[in-house]
């Protein structure tokens, strides 16, 4: 594209790509991010876990129903008399509670784990062992994805893309219009298809993305980088054939209170390829406090995404506790946090940043 | 349902929305609920008065894939005509008449059907134009109604309209089925078959007001050019229709049998996309049948897609204009593929226009049968920019003035003939009609009755 | 003598370029004495119906811009390049009539609403459900001044009074007889249409000009695309419009104006064709950033360029060809693919010394309003720029082309736009039209349909080189320098500035003096808009009127110079 000169109309505006780095730099923004999955059929060869109505049968049962009064109960399913016993299907001194504010209220489900062996992202252990995976990309072996290991059966959890995952695909494509956009920089770059140093950032816009006249994220906008340096993740990366790939860092990003309100990645690690058309495309992988993720995709969810996506909430929560395989709590020993994989897809961008800014970092 | 459900169905409305589709709004269909006041009109000995209407679309059909091989009654329907299967026996088919340029350049896909709509074909674009049958029916025809006329296209463009009143002057057409319910069944509509009227006073009111207007006429006149008088005479004359669009408020109206109220359309978006253009065809094709049944106007005129159909396909490149010069013909087939797929598209509308006046049941017939409706393309090949054998349709019988179910074909005839036969059936005391080789007395008997 | 000779030159001039060849400046002698002998020029008065532009800064101006109107305009007609000249040859048809009663009731119920009658009634009547004459008068008379740009006549004003009297008795309501006596006025003649009186030249015995009211409202229309304010009609009133002094006056005061750049932007509105963004449509599956809102930026990006170079910069017209700077929204950037230093609204912008993008022909408003849906085309560009700002007519295509040689975008042999057409080249009928075009829009064959920037079409690199009448050029930045050069455009722009001015073609006198006299001018002041605007509205010719029986010929093409195909 060239050089670019830019008249600063707005007090000391200027374009992050002119800033002292040397080497060429590039933006986007973030177009999807959600759970990297593969096919039920290949994660799941035992079948995947049933819908709601299948596992609402079975709980009515546990909470001593009869078949004919569950039959009753469900007979206008997804509307009907089931949806009270089933939201307070937990039970605290054998008292009726909202089993998605206490999923430990209720007895462990045991749902469906994967079993298949291959998922996305890293060995962010550098170690081996039989509950990691083989990645598809890389055929990488010793790869940590317990997060996919627990809900890659549901079936609104699989999908190998183009197909994408149903439920976190909808959750991200609604919440992506009412938070600020995420923004991805590659600066310091010589060489897009082999570079030893390079510099890979991850940043929160000012204000959401912007949509195309097919609700595509509208790609070579110009976005404004948050200021605020909690919201900036810089590391240091490579690129080897065209793939880029990061050291690994801590990656810590707002998201939309109405859904995770915040992503912690300890010990992250992504992976990037630039398509033809520009786009960025590829995985973060890391490991992320299991509590958050119950209580952002599913406690705080309840019965509605439940019953509709086809996820056992309490089951989820067992099977993350679970599966969790890092940050052993100092007193009980239990792990607090989990592996886990993001597909992130981003478009060209212009990122743009007050100019003081720039000059206090100089 | 499940999440893959859930999932593909919010991203169908998504993108339905985000992308502009159109929603089609469907409306009640239009027959069988008057077959018992029908009978009653029958008794009453009444005659409903005729309609004429005109339909234009860009750049013609096939040459040889639309011209039945046969001649008069029960004709073949070639592969281009298909969809007028089920409305044959009211439809006729008129092929092989073109336009004469005498020397003068050609304007493509102008001058074609300026040559048929007003039998002469002028210098340059836009000036010295001749009125078109339309206005020269409505003036006989149109004066006792609400509207004189009523124009609209499906193309979302205005100006795409095919009514021309002489000099530079033409009636823009209304793009938007919601504007044009708005403007004919709004707050001003008076249903003809309510039992009391009272005039309202605010239109008497308005009615006295306008007319202060004419009286300053010679004033506004005085500083005048010759030129410039012509033009303010024109806007005079539109003036006294509309006064005398007041006056008929003013009136009871006469009941009409088939009258109803049709379903209000929403708005729907307008662009030279085929679907919209389509969507909105539809919408059109409907609301005009009410408004002829109601007695709100007789004459209308209709652009499917205008000259030169530059309509598109979504998800394409080019138009259908440009397809029909561009597109390589299909070997095996014959013909552009591409650009044929619009031809088809053309004629199912045509087809839809005229049932939708035809599911209109008055007395023993249809509102199709007291209306002539007249089909018209500007070019015979677009390729070429052909003015020979330019595809042409009438469909109803004008009130019995017209025999219909007939193919006249009249190879080298102009196209002046058409334009003439349609203002004699609807009672235009005309008897020569177009200038130079447009000029002709020659009706088309084989379909006058 | 003089008039004489210019004319014989005019008349036997092929064009505007040939024209001022002919013309100037070998012709100094005559030059002098023309320039000497000041200008007395002149032509036609033409009714021009008011343009839907010029209707709803009048509504704003007389009654603030919280007024909705609420209707379709009837659609406008282009002659000799301009709306404004074919508002000289449209009339209201029926259902354009019908269009305005229904806005001028819906505009007269919002001025006389009891939430505006505080404010825009100069008095109370004594009751309202009465006439009260003397306060209708009062009010239809201040009202009317404004609207018909002219006092009203003793007698318009009774009937408008009598029929609001009537009205008011009919409904039972002072203000609902009113509402109808005013909307009465929106639809009526001295409104809607633009009548210019002329009286005899007292300066000039046997000559005639626009009288002091019609002099007005040209120059207002002309400076401010909008009717006099009430100090212009004030000036048209007591007769200092007709002294230098006085027009002076006012023509600096209107040139300070705010109101000059709306004035500035509903011209070049109108020459570049802007009334066809309202039915532009791109691909949206292919081209999926071309939204709506893409289309209303797009229009004001270059108005904004041109408003601030000629107005706030004074600059140079022809560096409007070759200009790095203007003005863009994100939205706008992600089409250019540039970023653009405004969160929300309008930034300026400055492109770098070497990018091909410099100039409005690099404007989505210029590549993507001459272009297909689906694809761009080089001849509708270079058409474009021969017509609009070369004042050049390219001839149509012949009515019997056949178009065998296909242009098939997927053929693998031909895959940019520039092969595809030398393929049609092949064609002699095509070549020689295609050949005046084509040179020019394949230089800006770096701009897709959107106007978004690529430099391959299929894989293959695009080639941008091209020519124009003989200077050729390597890209986008080149026909702009080639454009910015050649003296069509300047003349052009002289045209088109005159034409809207008195709503017609000028009269072969007309276009020497505007060659001669006002092009060099023009020439003098660095090309600068303010000086043209200047010049033309300070001559006597402007509001010089020579009824075309007097023997006022308009020029044979309009200083449009008709093209004929090349032969090679």
Not at chain 3, 84 to 93: D, Y
Not at chain 3, 186 to 208: A, C, K, N, T, Y
Not at chain 3, 231 to 250: I, V
């Amino acid at each position: 594209m060239g050089l670019r000169f830019l008249t600063m109309t707005l007090l000391g505006a200027a374009v992050l790509s002119q800033s002292a780095v040397a080497g060429e730099t590039r933006g986007f923004v973030l177009d999807w991010f959600h759970l990297a999955t593969l096919n039920g059929e290949e994660s799941c060869p035992d079948g995947l876990y049933p819908l709601s109505e299948v596992f609402y049968t079975r709980e009515l049962k546990r909470l001593g129903y009869a078949p004919n009064e569950i039959e009753d109960l469900l007979k206008d399913f997804p509307n009907g008399g089931y949806m009270e016993p089933i939201i307070n299907r937990g039970r605290i001194d054998g008292e009726p509670v909202n089993v998605y504010a206490y999923p430990w209220s209720q007895p462990d489900p045991e749902i469906t784990l994967v079993t298949g062996k291959r998922a996305f992202g890293f060995n962010l252990d550098d170690q081996v062992s039989d509950q990691d995976f083989i990645e598809p990309v890389t055929g990488e072996a010793g790869i940590d994805n317990q997060l996919y290991r627990a809900l890659g059966c549901f079936q609104s959890h699989t999908g190998a893309l183009p197909e994408r995952p149903g439920l976190p695909q909808i959750v991200w494509d609604i919440q992506r219009d009412y938070m600020p956009a995420w923004l991805v920089e590659l600066s310091d770059v010589d060489d897009f298809q082999n570079d030893d140093e390079i510099q890979i950032g991850f940043y929160r816009a000012f204000g959401p993305v912007k949509r195309d006249a097919t609700g595509d994220v509208r790609s070579d906008m110009t976005l404004w980088v948050d200021p605020d340096p909690r919201m900036h993740n810089v590391v240091a990366g490579r690129i080897k054939d065209g793939v880029i790939t990061s050291n690994g860092f801590e990656f810590r990003m707002l998201g939309n209170p109405m859904f995770m309100a915040e992503y912690t990645l300890q010990k992250a690690r992504a992976r990037f390829e630039i398509t033809p058309d520009g786009r960025l495309e590829g995985v973060l992988g890391g490991f992320q406090p299991w509590q958050d993720i119950y209580y952002g995709n599913f406690g705080s969810q309840g019965w509605a995404t439940e019953h509709s996506a086809g996820v056992d909430f309490p089951g989820a929560y067992y099977a993350l506790k679970k599966l969790a395989d890092a940050d052993p709590d100092p007193e009980t020993g239990e792990n607090q946090a989990i592996s886990g994989t993001y597909r992130v897809e981003a478009v060209p961008a212009f990122l743009m940043r007050k100019s003081n800014e720039v000059a206090e970092a100089r | 349902m499940s999440a893959a459900n859930m999932l593909a169905s919010r991203r169908r409305v998504l993108r339905g929305v985000m992308s502009g589709t159109a929603v089609s709004v469907g409306l009640p269909f239009l027959n069988c609920f008057l077959n018992e006041s029908g009978t009653a009109l029958a008794a009453t000995g009444q005659t409903l008065p005729t309609c004429f209407g005109t339909w234009f679309w860009g750049c013609g059909l096939n040459p040889g894939r639309w011209e039945p091989n046969t001649l008069g009654a029960d004709y073949d329907l070639p592969p281009e005509v298909t969809a007028l299967a089920p409305i044959k026996s009211k439809v006729n088919i008129l092929s092989g008449f073109k336009v004469f340029t005498d020397g003068k350049a050609q304007q493509p896909h102008h001058t074609g059907n300026l040559g048929i709509l007003t039998g002469h074909v002028s210098k340059n674009a836009g000036q010295d134009v001749h009125p078109s049958v339309d206005n020269l029916i409505a003036d006989l025809i149109g004066t006792k109604t609400r509207f004189k006329s009523v124009e609209v296209t499906a193309t979302g463009n205005a100006r795409h309209t095919q009514s021309y009143r002489g000099g530079s002057v033409v009636n823009p057409a209304e793009v938007s089925p919601a504007a044009l319910y708005t403007r004919i069944f709004g707050s001003e509509f008076q249903d003809p078959n309510a039992a009391d009227f009272t005039p309202d006073p605010k239109v008497m009111a308005r009615r006295s007001v306008l007319s202060g207007i004419n009286e300053q006429r010679k004033d506004f006149e005085r500083h005048l050019g010759s030129e410039d008088k012509v033009r303010l005479d024109e806007y005079f004359t539109s003036l006294r229709q509309f006064e005398q669009q007041l006056d008929f408020q003013l009136q009871k109206p006469p009941p009409a049998e088939a009258c109803m109220m049709p379903k209000e359309p929403g708005q729907t978006p307008y662009s030279l996309d085929i679907e919209e253009a389509t969507t909105n065809h539809e919408l059109f094709a409907d609301l005009l049948a009410y408004a002829l049944a109601c007695n709100q106007t007789r004459v209308f005129n209709m652009v499917f897609t205008d000259e030169q159909s530059t309509v598109r396909r979504p998800g394409t490149t080019t138009t259908h204009h440009i397809l029909t010069h561009e597109e390589a013909v299909d070997e095996d087939l014959g013909y552009q593929p591409m650009a044929t797929w619009f031809c088809n598209r053309i004629v199912e509308q045509f087809a839809y226009m005229v049932k939708a006046l035809d599911g209109i049941r008055e007395g023993d017939g249809t509102l199709l049968d007291r209306t002539l409706v007249f089909g018209l393309s500007e070019t015979g090949f677009a390729k070429v920019h052909s003015l020979e054998n330019i595809p042409m349709f009438t469909a109803g019988s004008g009130g019995g003035r017209v025999r219909t179910g007939m193919h006249v074909s009249a190879k080298g005839d102009p196209g002046s003939r058409v334009g003439l036969t349609m203002q004699q059936a609807m009672g235009v005391p005309v008897t020569t009609w177009g200038t130079d080789s447009l000029q002709t007395s020659k009706a088309i008997s084989e379909i006058l009755v | 003598m003089t008039v004489t000779l210019k004319s014989i030159c005019a008349l036997t001039a092929v064009g505007m370029t040939a024209m001022l060849s002919a013309c100037s400046p070998a012709n100094a002698p005559l030059e002098t004495s023309i320039t000497a002998g000041s200008d007395m020029a002149g032509g036609p008065v033409v009714m021009r119906r008011i343009t839907e532009g010029q209707y709803d800064r009048i509504i704003a101006h007389v009654f603030g811009s919280t007024i909705q109107l609420g209707g379709r305009f009837e659609p406008d007609i282009r002659a000799n390049g301009l709306l404004e000249v074919g508002a000289g040859r449209v009339s209201v048809t029926p259902s354009g009539f019908e269009q305005y009663d229904l806005m001028g009731r819906n505009i007269a119920a919002q001025v006389l609403g009891e939430k505006n009658r505080p404010i825009l009634m100069p008095c109370k009547p004594a009751a309202v459900d009465a006439p009260d004459n003397a306060c209708a008068a009062q009010f239809l008379s201040r009202v009317g001044r404004l609207l018909y740009r002219r006092p009203l006549t003793d007698a318009e004003l009774s009937v408008q009074v009598k029929k609001a009297s009537e009205a008011t008795k009919t409904l039972s309501d002072f203000y609902a007889g009113l509402e109808l006596s005013l909307a009465s006025m929106f639809v009526s003649p001295p409104f809607l249409f633009r009548q210019e009186i002329s009286e005899p030249d007292p300066d000039h015995p046997g000559m005639m000009r626009l009288d002091g009211y019609s002099k007005a409202a040209r120059l207002s229309f002309f400076l401010w695309d909008a009717a006099p304010d009430p100090d212009l009609l004030d000036a048209a009133a007591n007769g200092e419009l007709h002294t230098r002094k006085g027009l002076e006056r006012q023509v600096d005061r209107m040139l300070g104006s705010p109101r000059v750049k709306e004035g500035v932007q509903a011209f070049f509105a109108d020459m570049l064709e802007f009334d066809s963004f309202k039915t532009l449509s791109k691909d949206t599956t292919l081209y999926p950033k071309f939204t709506f809102r893409v289309v209303d930026d797009a229009a004001e990006q270059t108005l904004r360029t041109i408003t601030h170079h000629l107005l706030v910069e004074n600059g140079d017209y022809r560096d409007l060809f070759t200009t790095p700077h203007t003005f863009l929204t994100p939205l706008l950037g992600s089409l250019y693919r540039v970023p653009v230093a405004s969160p929300d609204g309008w930034a300026a912008y400055e492109y770098g010394p070497n990018d091909v993008q410099a100039g409005i022909l690099t404007h989505l408003s210029f590549v993507a309003l001459h272009s297909h849906p689906g694809r761009t085309s080089p001849t509708l560009r270079g058409k474009a720029l021969r017509e609009v700002l070369l004042c050049q007519e390219v001839p149509d295509p012949p009515g019997n082309v056949d178009f065998n040689i296909v242009q098939d975008t997927s053929n693998p042999n031909y895959k940019t736009v520039r092969q595809r057409l030398d393929a049609h080249a092949s064609e002699p009928m095509c070549v020689g039209c295609h050949k005046i075009t084509d040179p020019l829009g394949l230089a800006l064959e770096n701009f897709s349909t959107i106007g978004g920037f690529r430099t391959s079409e299929n894989g293959a690199t695009i080639d941008t080189r091209g020519e124009l009448d003989g200077v050729a050029f390597a890209n986008a930045a080149g026909l702009g320098r080639a454009v910015h050069d050649n003296p069509a455009t300047a003349s052009c722009l002289i045209n088109r500035v005159y034409s809207y001015g008195v709503g017609r073609e000028p009269t072969q006198s007309e276009t020497a003096w505007l060659t001669d006299y006002v092009g060099k001018r023009f020439q003098e002041a660095g090309y600068t808009l303010p000086r043209l605007l200047r010049t033309i509205a300070m001559s006597d010719t402007f509001y010089r009127v020579v009824s075309s029986d007097q023997g006022a010929q308009m020029a044979q093409s309009a200083g449009n110079t008709q093209l004929q195909p090349v032969e090679k």
